[in-house]
């Protein structure tokens, strides 16, 4: 496996779009997902994307936020054509290793629940479904 993981920038803006796309996960481009939010995202301590690359082609990313509190590992995606190599869970642990750096002893992340390959991804780097919370959201927009 010749993989390298490397933290990205918004110079990675089309790229991580564009796995984003092919591996399925939706996108609020008018939103959160902008490259103007996404760069302001980026310039936070907290927060990194890391970006994984097999032989030079980029077919992986992931964001890890610290809230302060909690490490959360958001939007992890693979190019399909690149899944069952191990690298979302070489993702998910680079994650977990930069936000212990910062302090984070509680790994979160937020999957639904029909979304079974992420579910046993989580569950094989070590995560438990805790069922009993619900999660609520207050948007802004459709695009937040």
């Known amino acids: 496996m010749a993989s ?9 803006y ?3 779009i564009r796995i984003w796309a092919i591996a399925g996960l939706p996108y609020k481009p008018k939103g959160r997902d902008s490259k ?4 302001r995202e980026m310039q936070f301590a907290g927060c990194c ?3 994984l690359f097999d032989e ?5 990313t ?3 936020n610290y809230d302060g509190r909690r490490g959360w590992i958001n939007r992890v995606a693979i190019d399909p054509d690149y899944r069952k190599k191990g690298y979302a869970g070489l993702l998910i642990d680079t994650c977990q290793q930069f936000l212990e750096s910062l302090g984070a002893v509680v790994m979160c992340a937020l999957i639904e629940d029909i979304n079974y390959p992420s579910i046993t991804t989580f569950n094989k780097a070590g995560f438990t479904a805790e069922k009993q919370y619900l999660y609520f959201v207050k948007r802004q927009s459709d695009d937040a």
């Open 56 to 60: 030079g082609q980029s077919v992986g």
């Open 49 to 51: 994307y890391f970006g």
């Open 14 to 16: 089309d790229d991580i």
């Open 62 to 64: 992931a964001i890890a």
């Open 36 to 39: 103007e939010m996404m760069s």
């Open 4 to 12: 390298e993981i490397k933290k990205l920038s918004i110079d990675n």
